[in-house]
């Protein structure tokens, strides 16, 4: 009986369906494919700048006039030193040869109208980072290739040990920078009293500090170390301790043109990475032909791609490293055991050394 009914019941929806079109089942909807990166289009952008270098074939860099460890002309004729070898690594990148410079030097006073009317490419010349020179100025900085900071320096007979012992000094100082004003609120907010002794430029202020024309000189602490190399008996004096402010410097730029802001700040950037790979100037051809690690393989161009966004060829780093150096080397030679300065590293080793400091640079990828 039960199994009558059921088959009733089939033949009863069988008829139902008859007279009707057969409907085909809707698809199934297909799957959305998984995103795993979204799509871009990358391509360089122009730069007026690297046209001007590549037709004249050199790069046209300002820096100081003679400032022992960062630009200084030797018995030759031939320019030497920190903010010198920026401008060398620049050359290489870009031309291919780190020897494609011309010098000119510039005072601190001038430094910045030279670069605005383009009588230089790059300003390489011991300048800090502020607010007012970045966005007043119509002027780039591209990075920091030094973290500095204003100090004293004075005779090691004061036995002095703090710049808050100098109520009612002569101070030799720098006219136009930041120096001087850095000097000002620092006495200020101190209550302090502190008599000027401005000069044009750091040569005047070591001579009138040696001539007790003054007390005590400030600057950085770069260019403080850098004076006293050179005075007569370097250890009758001594930076003090207290650093009065922040003075980040490096490479300044035009800011009517990003692209070449983006080749000077990539190629110190380059010489940073370099360090942290443990690539140098000697290792690396080698590095270049035996590297695995992806890093290492696109900063050398190998891999990747990427001197082409810079408008450069794929060997730009490679050169920048191979000519001139990584940024541990040009450290040590210029400024740091190699030298007359022997400057700490402190606040410029990487960020990753044992003993940390600030260096530290954004990916190539």
Known sequence: MIRRLAASAVLSLILAGCGRETESPEPEPAPAPKTTAVARDFAPTPSPTLEAVRRRGHVRCGVHAGLAGFAVQDVRGVWRGFDVDICRAVAAAVLGDASAVRYRSVSAQNRFAELQEGEVDILSRNTSWTLSRDAGLGLDFAGVTYYDGQGFLAPRSLNLTSADELNGARICVQSSTVTESNLADYFRARGLEFTPVVVDNEADARTAYEGEECDVFTADVSALASARSIMNNPNAHVILPTVISKEPLGPVVRQDDPAWTDIVRWTVNALIIAEELGVNSTTVEGSRETAS????????????????????????????????GAYNEIFRRNLGADSGLKLERGLNALWSAPEPGLMYAPPVR
């Open 293 to 324: 690690d992806p890093e290492t393989r696109r900063l050398l161009g190998v891999d990747g791609e990427l001197g082409a966004l810079l408008g450069l060829e794929e060997d730009w780093a490679y050169q920048a490293i191979a000519q001139v």
